[in-house]
């Protein structure tokens, strides 16, 4: 009797980026007992059944209200085209919330570094944006930051958002994706059109101008993350799906 085989898909995609790379997913497929998703978004982008397990992160016992926080909107991402971080920062400069003491803080390297450096000082806000590079200490940044930018239309899922959540950070998210289904699971939910510079301004400016609006989003977005995105809930979904096929 041959091992049952379980595949986890992270990607919004069908396996395979050439006609070699394909066929080869192709066979592999044909072995695969079950496959798990990390998001309905990804389940329905991939070929096949699948169960749709979300990841689970770490939930935090302390967190910092807003008015224990700085006043910084942070971007923590890879810098590579498809993640779309240049919409962050027409964003925040579109807002016009750094005349009134907030930064944007970029953690995260990637190819586009020297594109969105040379973007925030033509949009006038270079003084007011830090390129941090790779970091990693992203969850002390989380919990001095104020509110959290996830501007990628084509996220899984999305784990730098989920620990922003479990660390009640207040999150301006794209309304697409894995987001809905994270961010887009709470009420009143900070979200905006795909590419939206306007939409995703005008909801900065409600959000830093209003400290009690940001504790009561982050507390439900906090709460949201306790009750459905853990790791044990993310273990026992997935040990269902194990005992399915053995």
Not at 41 to 56: D, E, K, L
Not at 76 to 89: G, H, I, Y
Not at 204 to 231: E, G, I, K, M, N
Request: aromatic share 4%.
């Amino acid at each position: 009797m041959s091992t049952p085989l379980v595949v986890t898909r992270h990607f919004a995609r069908d396996r395979g980026n050439n006609p070699a790379s394909t066929l080869a997913a192709a066979g592999a497929a044909q072995r695969v007992d079950a496959q798990i998703a990390i998001s309905h978004y990804v389940s329905r982008a991939i070929a096949g059944t699948s169960f749709v397990i979300h990841p689970g992160v770490d939930s935090t016992s302390t967190t910092r209200t807003a008015g224990e926080r700085d006043r910084v909107v942070l971007l923590a991402q890879r810098l590579e085209l498809e993640k779309e971080s240049d919409v962050a920062v027409r964003s925040f400069a579109r807002s016009g919330v750094a005349d009134n003491g907030w930064r944007l803080h970029v953690a995260g390297d990637g190819a586009e570094r020297p594109r969105l450096t040379a973007l925030a000082h033509q949009l006038g806000i270079g003084e007011s944006t830090c390129f941090l590079g790779h970091r990693s200490d992203v969850a002390s940044l989380m919990e001095r930051a104020s509110v959290l930018l996830a501007p990628c239309s084509i996220e899984g899922l999305g784990l730098t958002v989920l620990e922003s959540m479990a660390s009640a950070l207040p999150v301006l998210a794209v309304g697409a994706g894995g987001h809905l289904e994270t961010v887009g699971s709470v009420a009143d939910a900070a979200l905006h059109p795909p590419g939206d510079v306007e939409r995703a301004a005008d909801l900065l400016v409600r959000l830093t101008s209003d400290a009690f609006l940001r504790d009561a989003y982050a507390a439900r977005l906090q709460r949201a993350q306790r009750a459905r995105f853990t790791p044990a809930h993310q273990a026992r979904e997935t040990a269902s799906v194990y005992a399915a096929v053995v």
